[in-house]
Protein backbone atom coordinates (compact mmCIF):
# COMPACT_ATOMS: atom_id res chain seq x y z
CA UNK A 1 0.00 0.00 0.00
CA UNK A 2 1.49 3.20 -1.14
CA UNK A 3 0.22 5.81 1.64
CA UNK A 4 1.87 9.32 1.28
CA UNK A 5 5.37 9.56 0.77
CA UNK A 6 6.94 5.93 1.56
CA UNK A 7 5.54 2.25 0.92
CA UNK A 8 4.12 0.18 3.38
CA UNK A 9 4.49 -3.57 2.37
CA UNK A 10 2.28 -6.67 4.15
CA UNK A 11 0.91 -10.32 3.85
CA UNK A 12 -2.89 -10.30 1.87
CA UNK A 13 -4.91 -12.69 3.86
CA UNK A 14 -8.23 -13.39 3.92
CA UNK A 15 -10.35 -11.82 6.77
CA UNK A 16 -11.15 -15.46 8.73
CA UNK A 17 -7.00 -16.22 8.50
CA UNK A 18 -5.89 -17.34 11.84
CA UNK A 19 -2.58 -15.98 11.03
CA UNK A 20 -4.28 -12.23 11.75
CA UNK A 21 -4.47 -13.10 15.54
CA UNK A 22 -0.60 -13.66 15.88
CA UNK A 23 1.98 -10.85 17.50
CA UNK A 24 2.83 -8.43 14.24
CA UNK A 25 6.25 -6.36 13.92
CA UNK A 26 6.97 -3.71 11.74
CA UNK A 27 10.90 -3.32 9.99
CA UNK A 28 11.39 0.50 8.64
CA UNK A 29 13.70 0.78 6.44
CA UNK A 30 14.91 3.55 3.37
CA UNK A 31 12.92 3.39 0.68
CA UNK A 32 15.77 4.25 -2.17
CA UNK A 33 19.18 3.23 -2.53
CA UNK A 34 20.67 6.52 -2.07
CA UNK A 35 20.24 5.79 1.94
CA UNK A 36 22.46 2.82 3.72
CA UNK A 37 21.22 2.40 7.23
CA UNK A 38 19.90 -0.63 9.62
CA UNK A 39 16.10 -1.04 9.48
CA UNK A 40 14.31 -0.92 12.98
CA UNK A 41 12.22 -3.63 13.70
CA UNK A 42 9.23 -2.61 16.61
CA UNK A 43 6.83 -4.96 18.03
CA UNK A 44 4.77 -7.33 18.72
CA UNK A 45 1.56 -5.78 18.19
CA UNK A 46 -1.36 -6.48 17.28
CA UNK A 47 -1.90 -6.43 13.16
CA UNK A 48 -4.36 -3.40 13.32
CA UNK A 49 -2.03 -1.78 15.66
CA UNK A 50 1.53 -2.54 13.34
CA UNK A 51 -0.78 -0.67 10.02
CA UNK A 52 -1.59 2.12 11.80
CA UNK A 53 1.85 3.23 13.67
CA UNK A 54 3.17 1.63 10.54
CA UNK A 55 0.87 3.69 8.15
CA UNK A 56 1.36 6.82 10.00
CA UNK A 57 4.96 7.03 9.48
CA UNK A 58 5.19 6.08 5.85
CA UNK A 59 2.98 8.88 4.87
CA UNK A 60 5.24 11.35 6.42
CA UNK A 61 8.42 9.82 5.75
CA UNK A 62 10.41 8.53 2.74
CA UNK A 63 10.78 5.22 4.35
CA UNK A 64 9.74 1.33 3.60
CA UNK A 65 7.54 -0.47 5.97
CA UNK A 66 7.32 -4.54 6.12
CA UNK A 67 4.38 -5.37 8.50
CA UNK A 68 4.73 -9.00 9.08
CA UNK A 69 3.25 -11.52 11.74
CA UNK A 70 6.15 -13.04 14.11
CA UNK A 71 6.07 -17.00 13.93
CA UNK A 72 6.48 -18.30 17.88
CA UNK A 73 7.49 -21.50 17.22
CA UNK A 74 8.71 -23.76 19.59
CA UNK A 75 11.07 -26.11 17.94
CA UNK A 76 14.22 -26.19 16.55
CA UNK A 77 12.89 -28.50 14.20
CA UNK A 78 9.95 -26.40 13.42
CA UNK A 79 12.17 -23.01 12.38
CA UNK A 80 14.55 -25.62 10.45
CA UNK A 81 11.18 -26.34 8.44
CA UNK A 82 10.74 -22.91 7.74
CA UNK A 83 13.99 -21.82 6.70
CA UNK A 84 14.35 -24.72 4.05
CA UNK A 85 10.47 -23.64 3.15
CA UNK A 86 11.98 -20.42 2.23
CA UNK A 87 15.14 -21.66 0.40
CA UNK A 88 13.24 -24.18 -1.48
CA UNK A 89 10.87 -21.28 -2.65
CA UNK A 90 13.63 -19.24 -4.01
CA UNK A 91 15.47 -22.23 -5.76
CA UNK A 92 12.65 -23.10 -7.21
CA UNK A 93 11.30 -19.99 -8.73
CA UNK A 94 14.96 -19.41 -9.91
CA UNK A 95 14.39 -15.52 -9.25
CA UNK A 96 12.27 -13.71 -6.87
CA UNK A 97 8.88 -12.06 -9.10
CA UNK A 98 8.83 -8.70 -9.19
CA UNK A 99 5.73 -6.19 -8.38
CA UNK A 100 5.94 -3.21 -10.58
CA UNK A 101 7.20 -1.43 -8.21
CA UNK A 102 10.70 -3.27 -8.42
CA UNK A 103 10.28 -5.21 -4.97
CA UNK A 104 10.24 -8.91 -4.61
CA UNK A 105 7.03 -10.80 -4.56
CA UNK A 106 7.59 -13.08 -1.25
CA UNK A 107 3.77 -13.51 -1.27
CA UNK A 108 3.23 -9.76 0.65
CA UNK A 109 0.98 -7.82 -0.90
CA UNK A 110 0.38 -3.46 -1.37
CA UNK A 111 -3.51 -4.03 -1.01
CA UNK A 112 -4.44 -3.19 2.58
CA UNK A 113 -4.97 -5.13 5.34
CA UNK A 114 -8.50 -6.62 7.63
CA UNK A 115 -8.10 -6.44 11.22
CA UNK A 116 -8.94 -9.52 12.56
CA UNK A 117 -9.79 -10.74 16.55
CA UNK A 118 -9.85 -8.92 19.75
CA UNK A 119 -8.40 -5.35 17.72
CA UNK A 120 -9.88 -2.02 18.13
CA UNK A 121 -11.11 -0.79 14.87
CA UNK A 122 -9.53 1.91 13.51
CA UNK A 123 -11.56 4.94 12.14
CA UNK A 124 -9.42 6.48 10.17
CA UNK A 125 -6.33 4.81 8.19
CA UNK A 126 -2.83 6.13 9.51
CA UNK A 127 -4.10 7.25 12.69
CA UNK A 128 -1.93 5.23 15.17
CA UNK A 129 -3.19 3.68 17.85
CA UNK A 130 -2.53 5.27 22.01
CA UNK A 131 -0.20 4.24 24.38
CA UNK A 132 -2.68 2.93 26.49
CA UNK A 133 -4.04 1.07 23.29
CA UNK A 134 -0.69 -0.46 22.57
CA UNK A 135 -0.04 -1.60 26.13
CA UNK A 136 -3.76 -3.08 25.83
CA UNK A 137 -2.72 -5.15 22.83
CA UNK A 138 0.73 -6.25 23.92
CA UNK A 139 -1.50 -7.57 27.17
CA UNK A 140 -3.98 -9.55 25.02
CA UNK A 141 -0.61 -11.04 23.15
CA UNK A 142 1.08 -12.24 25.96
CA UNK A 143 -2.32 -13.57 27.20
CA UNK A 144 -2.36 -15.85 23.63
CA UNK A 145 1.24 -17.02 23.73
CA UNK A 146 1.20 -17.80 27.38
CA UNK A 147 -2.46 -19.49 27.05
CA UNK A 148 -3.57 -17.26 30.19
Known sequence: ???????LVTLELPPDSPVLELPWIITFGPLSDDEEWEPVVCGPYERAHAMALAESIVADEELMAVVEPLQPYVSVERIRD???????AVESDG???????????????DNGYAPGGAAPALTEPGTPPSEEELR??????AARLTGS
Not at 82 to 88: G, Q, T, V
Not at 136 to 141: C, D, E, S, T
Open 1 to 7: MMSGVGA
Open 82 to 88: EIAAARL
Open 95 to 109: EPDLLDDGYADNGYA
Open 136 to 141: AGFARI
